[in-house]
T-cell receptor, first 112, second 116 residues
Framework: SQTIHQWPATLVQPVGSPLSLECTVE??????LYWYRQAAGRGLQLLFY??????ISSEVPQNLSASRPQDRQFILSSKKLLLSDSGFYLC???????????FGPGTRLLVL | GNSVTQMEGPVTLSEEAFLTINCTYT??????LFWYVQYPGEGLQLLLK?????DKGSNKGFEATYRKETTSFHLEKGSVQVSDSAVYFC???????????????FGTGTQLKVEL
């Protein structure tokens, strides 16, 4: 069966520091991968998605970037964090040409 | 553009009460509809889905029927338990993203609290 992992689970970072969040998927190949952010009391906002290695598309302009160095690895990064980057970051995967997305456990980021 | 509207929360119910969480949507075309559940401190779990009009999705006692005429996908459960306390998200999948993949548009979520 497929599983999706995210780490770290929780992160507290100072403003201006770099960021790297990792997401890996097991049990499937060539998945579509997604990064979402959930701000407190709000819905989910799609940040990036990827349909293959090295292919990244951004949905909203922002301080963050994403990379997909391997088929089942998706990384969310920032060179300098802002206070507004605080939130709950969720990674999701879907099979190729499949609509249903399956979410990881999330990373809670607090920027101080 | 596509949008999903959910009823404001929190919804507080006694155990064994009947649950309805309203969800309506606006979309071009014929989207697939989903309910996801988020337990405290966790990611989202798929609860149920429906892919075409009049389909009924069901799982763990929860049900929702895809109503095209009213553009709705209300979540119901006949008898809630304390363990159902969570945030419930309605979502639709319609737009194909450039290069492949589908975009999910989420509602803002409805918090459910079930008390003994």
């Amino acid at each position: 069966s497929q599983t999706i992992h995210q780490w770290p689970a929780t992160l507290v970072q100072p403003v201006g520091s770099p960021l790297s969040l990792e997401c890996t998927v097991e049990g499937t190949s060539n998945p579509n991968l997604y990064w979402y952010r959930q701000a407190a009391g709000r819905g989910l906002q799609l940040l990036f998605y990827s349909v293959g290695i090295g292919q990244i598309s951004s949905e909203v302009p922002q301080n963050l970037s994403a990379s997909r160095p391997q088929d089942r690895q998706f990384i969310l990064s920032s060179k300098k964090l802002l206070l507004s980057d605080s939130g709950f970051y969720l990674c999701a995967w879907a099979g190729s040409n499949q609509e249903t997305q399956y979410f990881g456990p999330g990373t809670r980021l607090l920027v101080l | 553009g596509n949008s999903v509207t959910q009823m404001e929360g929190p919804v507080t119910l006694s155990e064994e009460a009947f649950l309805t969480i309203n969800c309506t949507y606006t979309a071009t075309g014929y989207p697939s509809l989903f309910w996801y559940v988020q337990y405290p401190g966790e990611g989202l779990q798929l609860l149920l889905k429906a892919t075409k009009a009049d389909d009924k999705g069901s799982n763990k006692g929860f049900e929702a029927t895809y109503r095209k005429e009213t553009t709705s996908f209300h979540l119901e459960k006949g008898s809630v338990q304390v363990s159902d306390s969570a945030v419930y998200f309605c979502a639709l999948s319609d737009r194909r993203l450039t290069g492949g993949g589908n975009k999910l548009t989420f509602g803002t979520g409805t918090q459910l609290k079930v008390e003994l």
